[in-house]
């Protein structure tokens, strides 16, 4: 079957720097989605990896290893406003995306 | 401000009822989507569209249906609800089936 695992929760502090795995287990694969989703709003996008290596968007980067099926995003300078879930999504060889559960980050003062 | 529109934002509805939930875009793309939402779990294509007039199923399809008349609109229909299905719905678009997703606010949904 098709799996993307990522932490459940993780706590950070303002100001800090933290790192979100993802691990995907997918038939094929297309591109790798993170999405930030506020409580009570919608998904936004944030990155998109393709091939191996680093993008970087302002605070934000995201990496990918293509072959152990890896990917992080780094957050970086945290700021309260980031406190909301990180989702990571796969395309498969379908071009459907699998997403993972997501996860949730506290930021504390 | 261009994007998507869904409606209603929340509703309470009784097991058996028929319920309609609306997604309206104004950006003029392709693709469409039907994700529900729970709690633990990832988002869940329930149906998508990838160009007007073709429809097509997701990981969970069953009870529910969709159309797709036009560009804009891409309607959600629970024929007989249940309370397995209250859940936060969320209609997402892309200008193409390998693009970055753009998701409306999401529609609350509970089935009692």
């Known amino acids: 079957g098709q799996n993307i695992d990522q932490p459940t929760e993780m706590t950070a502090t303002e100001g800090a720097i933290v790192q979100i795995n993802c691990t995907y287990q997918t038939s094929g694969f297309n591109g790798l989605f993170w999405y930030q989703q506020h409580a009570g709003e919608a998904p936004t996008f944030l990155s998109y990896?393709?091939l191996d290596g680093l993008e970087e968007k302002g605070r934000f980067s995201s990496f990918l290893s293509r072959s152990k099926g890896y990917s992080y995003l780094l957050l970086k300078e945290l700021q309260m406003k980031d406190s909301a879930s990180y989702l990571c999504?796969?395309?498969?060889?379908?071009?459907?995306?699998?997403w993972g559960a997501g996860t949730k980050l506290i930021i504390k003062p | 401000i261009a994007g998507i529109t869904q409606a209603p934002t929340s509703q309470i509805l009784a097991a058996g009822r028929r319920m309609t939930l609306r997604c309206t875009q104004d950006m003029r793309h392709n693709a469409m989507y039907w994700y529900r939402q729970d709690l633990g779990l990832g988002l869940r294509l329930i149906h998508y569209s990838n160009t007007a007039g073709t429809t097509g199923k997701g990981e969970v399809p069953d009870g529910y249906s969709v159309s797709r008349a036009n560009t804009d609109d891409f309607p959600l229909t629970l024929a007989s609800a249940v309370p397995s299905q209250t859940s936060v719905y969320f209609c997402a678009s892309s200008d193409r089936p390998t693009g970055e997703l753009f998701f409306g606010e999401g529609s609350r949904l509970t089935v009692l």
């Open positions: 999504a796969v395309r498969d060889s379908n071009y459907q995306l699998i």
């Open positions: 990896n393709v």
